[in-house]
């Protein structure tokens, strides 16, 4: 459990992840639960990979986001959801040194890619509302490819600094993380020295991932408000304002709790409430995701229902 590196200090080799609750009746719940939003999860997401892939019809710049999107919330819930299901049944809550911090690396990667994303999809809506006659010149493949792209390795960039600094501390007991995964600010509260410029790390890496984010959304926002109300046709301004309910949605539901968790000062940390709030960013909005876009979406429905027809026919 521990290592001795000598000069009469002792460093964590391994975590124990504590979870929601250490009795074993509300983890079986728990189990249920949360495995049923796993697999709805990840075969939602699936799906609206599969039909993006399949219908080509669906080959456009929004898809072609939307389906990146939905590969994202795949991962990421992968990397968490598997172990904390395995810990809810067994009494062995442990993860190692190199394993957490590969979980918050490959979490903090994918959760930052998807932040700027949503960036990128906001954009391919403000393009198509507000220069429709000009948007597959405006928006091109090879576009399409380096925003898609460049959002990959400013998650990875931008993860690679957060999981340096957090795992590059000090950490020489306890080792008990109030948490159902490696999350940095949950790990970080370990650290047998003072965290502060650490904090101030995190504060700036989280300003180019969430508040600036978040502008670029909003403004994009603005423009598109302001190019809706100037169409005469109220049907016309009503499929120009659904074609962007969606992503306002998942976006509300990801960012707010993201906000909270990394916004949010040290001194107001309460690791119950932050393991049930990054529920919703985690878990939650994986789930959420192809819910909304399945729902809203006639153009998805349609490939679900071409999809379902060949394979009758095949059958």
């Known amino acids: 459990m521990w290592m001795i ?6 460093w964590v080799s391994e975590f124990i992840l504590l979870g929601f609750s250490s009795d074993p009746t509300t983890n079986s719940i728990l189990f249920i639960v949360f495995l049923l ?10 799906l609206i990979i599969m039909l993006i892939c399949l219908d080509t019809q669906l080959h456009t710049p929004m898809y072609f986001f939307l389906c990146i999107l939905a590969l994202l919330d795949m991962c990421y819930v992968t ?4 172990q904390m299901l395995v810990h809810l049944l067994t009494h062995s809550q442990t993860i190692s040194f190199a394993g957490c911090w590969m979980q918050m690396f490959v979490f903090g990667s994918l959760a930052t890619t998807e932040c700027t994303l949503f960036v990128v999809m906001a954009y391919d809506r403000y393009v198509a509302i507000c220069y429709p006659l000009h948007y597959t010149v405006i928006l091109n493949w090879g576009l ?6 460049g959002s990959w390795v400013c998650g990875f960039l931008s993860a690679l600094l957060h999981t340096f600094f957090t795992m590059s501390l000090p950490y020489c007991g306890p080792n008990k993380v109030n948490h159902y995964f490696c999350e940095g600010p949950s790990v ?10 650490i904090e101030v790390v995190d504060l700036v890496l989280s300003v180019f991932v969430v508040v600036i984010p978040i502008s670029l959304i909003v403004t994009s926002y603005i423009h598109i ?6 169409i005469k046709s109220t049907q016309s301004r009503c499929k120009a304002f659904s074609t962007c309910a969606s992503h306002l949605t998942v976006v509300t539901f990801f960012y707010g709790p993201a906000t909270y968790i990394y916004m949010r000062p ?16 985690n878990a939650f909005t994986a789930l959420l995701n192809p819910i909304v876009y399945s729902l809203r979406n006639k153009d998805i429905k349609r490939a679900f229902l071409k999809v379902m027809g060949h394979a009758r026919v095949d059958f």
């Open 266 to 281: 040290n001194s107001s940390y309460s690791p119950e409430r932050d393991k049930q709030v990054s529920l919703f960013y």
């Open 225 to 230: 408000a302001k190019a809706i109300l100037k």
């Open 79 to 82: 990397t968490t959801m598997p």
């Open 5 to 10: 590196p000598g000069q009469n200090q002792s």
């Open 144 to 149: 399409c490819i380096r925003l898609a792209a």
């Open 37 to 46: 939003i796993y697999l709805c999860s990840v075969l939602g997401n699936g």
């Open 188 to 197: 970080r509260s370990l650290a047998c020295m003072d965290t502060h410029i």
